[in-house]
């Protein structure tokens, strides 16, 4: 396996070499259609797959003189920001209480290295406007595969070659905290999707942070039905800490992109409630028997009617178990909390989850136990940058905070995912691109002259 991986490095790499964008392109390609099992394979000195191929975009696109002046002058004008970040970041590896620094610092590297390549993306889109186009192109088809590679396997199939099969094959089987979600059932779902990602958890935030960029003012079929069917992939995943900010957005977004939606909504309502009293009350119990789980994983701070309706997971208690624990963790030191890493730490030391943390489903319990509450206020901080840097200058700043609001939303209630932040600086740079194109495009709008009067 790792033969087959070091040889699409090299090809990677030829293809960034021969043209940095086209190696950019493919690397999306790489990171939503690949396992994230297969991203996730430590290549040379436990560094990542995926870690290799953004670093080595990067690299490659330091070659050309004017792509370096744009790195100077992003360094120039965020430089403040880019200390207090180091700063922070390096007094938490120091300061921190249990994690060998010597892994901390490949964890902090790999941070970096996804924030190097996000904005690498971000600059490809702000000075090259046309290449927003093609990454909207990948992340649509990258829908629609998820989609179809959900109904033949997942639905039609009931098992999922992505899962539990690939971890048997890359020999990961023994590991306890690693499950194939597939057989899981959640309220009316006899199976959670979970796709070529490693958790329905990823599936539903992945799907999360880019739907908002169909939310858009106009009336094309095709963003209507990629905005239904990453819908789609977020219930089939049952993860709540997706559905709850997906139901969220599109209601906040409802006034603003959908015209006289309200109007409509009301007669939909009208008219399911006049079809409803149409059935039988043997249909009517039926019909409640099905949305009832739907409202009750809604409902996620209601503990019984998640055990009244076969939801079983995270629950309101629970959580507050696990803060408890956390505070627990972090007792001795709790500014800088126990280093980078500490969850993956952990589960080597042990090969299972934490006993009273499990997988620390929320940013405010894994921050807070890796770096503290320095670490974790300062995360918030850097959220909050990362978005007024990706929406400046921009007049579709709505899609990116509706990006932002459900990745906040969401690693609350579920947690960190592997790869969702750059997922999120992906569907704003291609909100950013698109905005200024139809800009452009209207400015070349010749204006009509009134005719002159004689």
């Not at 957005?249 to 409803?276: D, E, H, Q, T």
Request: some cysteine; aromatic content about 12%; hydrophobic content about 50%.
């Amino acid at each position: 396996m790792k033969g087959l991986l070091f040889l699409y490095i090299i090809f990677t790499a030829i293809v960034s070499l021969m043209s940095y964008k086209k190696g950019i392109y493919l690397i999306w390609l790489t990171f939503l259609f690949v396992p994230t099992i297969i991203l996730e394979q430590s290549i040379i000195r436990n560094i990542s797959l995926e870690t290799i191929l953004m670093l080595g975009s990067v690299i490659s696109e330091l070659r050309y003189s004017e792509r370096r002046n744009l790195w100077k002058q992003f360094v120039s004008e965020n430089q403040k920001a880019i200390i207090v970040y180091f700063f922070i970041s390096f007094a938490i590896i120091l300061m921190s209480q249990t994690v060998p620094i010597s892994t901390q610092i490949k964890q902090l590297f790999g941070e970096i290295v996804m924030l190097l390549f996000a904005l690498q993306t971000f600059m490809l889109v702000k000075n090259e406007i046309q290449t927003s186009s093609v990454l909207f192109r990948i992340l649509s088809v990258a829908i629609v595969f998820n989609v179809v590679y959900c109904v033949i396997f997942e639905v039609l199939m009931g098992m999922n070659p992505a899962g539990m099969p690939l971890y048997i094959l890359m020999g990961v089987d023994d590991n306890q905290f690693i499950v194939d979600m597939i057989e899981l059932e959640r309220g009316n779902l006899s199976f959670r999707a979970q796709t070529v990602y490693r958790h329905p958890l990823s599936l539903g935030q992945y799907m999360l942070v880019m739907l908002p960029l169909f939310m858009t003012k106009g009336k094309r079929v095709i963003h209507f039905a990629l905005l239904f069917f990453a819908c789609g992939l977020i219930v089939l995943s049952g993860s709540r800490g997706a559905i709850v900010p997906m139901v969220l957005i599109l209601l906040l977004s409802a006034r603003n992109y959908m015209g006289n939606f309200i109007p409509k909504f009301v007669v939909l309502i009208i008219a399911c409630v006049v079809g409803v009293s149409f059935l039988s009350d043997l249909q009517k119990k039926k019909l409640e028997q099905k949305i009832e789980p739907l409202v009750a994983g809604m409902q996620f701070w209601d503990d019984s009617k998640q055990y009244s309706n076969n939801i079983s997971g995270s629950s309101m208690q629970m959580r507050i178990d696990q803060f408890d624990a956390a505070l627990d963790e972090i007792e001795e030191n709790p500014i800088f909390g126990r280093g980078y890493g500490y969850r993956d730490y952990w589960m080597y030391l042990h090969n299972d989850l934490h006993p009273k943390l499990l997988g620390f489903e929320s940013v405010l319990l894994l921050y807070l136990v890796e770096r503290g509450w320095l670490g974790l206020l300062f995360f918030f901080i850097m959220a909050f940058y990362i978005f007024k840097l990706l929406s400046e200058d921009t007049s579709d700043e709505a899609t990116m905070k509706y990006v932002f609001i459900g990745y906040i939303i969401s690693i609350i209630m579920t947690g960190v995912r592997p790869l969702t932040l750059l997922f999120v600086c992906l569907t704003c740079s291609i909100a950013y691109g698109l905005a200024v194109r139809q800009e452009e495009q209207q400015s070349d709008v010749p204006e009509l002259q009134e005719p002159e009067i004689v």
